[in-house]
């Protein structure tokens, strides 16, 4: 999907009715209006469907949304998540969803990537399904929903990627939502200008999804012997 394709379906995003309600993985949901819709990117589906074993991890999720699959991580066996959004809305939505669920072992918080993450906090999952519609670095946002797609010159990306390692315990992992149609050459040059290893973890598809979905596991690289 290219940038004025992606900016046209945001559009018709929001032309729901709000607020609308959904039953997922176990979850009553309640998605708000202005809050990145899920029933039109369905990428946070095949994400929460994938991720790695997780129980009794720490999580921190970069970019919660209307709550998945942070929150189904949380319900079903993580020790602890927390979920961040820079939009106050998403927070919000996530917050009235943990309580719908009687979800209290999250801590939601606004926060421009690791901007308002404790810098002692250590987690074992840093996950985030990063935007990837390329869009010149000097690109002005026309309002949230953008964020949530739209990456100008991969500047999120490498912000990411780069202060992300400082946050992990010893043996954690960044785990990376990267479209299949992104722009794989950026992503190469941020993951070697960090000194970061990468392993393809799983890749697929989603029913009426778009694409080929994936997820990558990144480490700093150990050091040469």
Known sequence: MDLDQTKTRLELSQQYTFPMYMQEF???????????????????????????????????????????????????????????????KAVANTLENAARNG???????ESDIFSNIPPHRKFDFIFWNCPTIFAEVDYEYRDNLERGAINPGYKLLGRFLSEGPEFLTESGSILLGFASDARDDLLSEIIVANGLASVLLKYGTYPHGGGIFRMFSLRKSAPAA
């Open 103 to 109: 979800i209290q072992n999250v801590e939601v918080i």
């Open 26 to 88: 176990g979850l009553d949901l309640t998605i708000h209006e202005g809050v990145f819709p899920p029933q039109d990117f369905q990428s946070w589906r095949w994400h929460t469907e994938n991720f790695p074993p997780f129980a009794g991890k720490s999580i921190l999720e970069i970019g919660c949304g209307f709550g998945l699959p942070g929150l189904y991580l949380a319900k079903f066996g993580a020790a602890s998540l927390v979920a961040c959004d820079i939009d106050p």
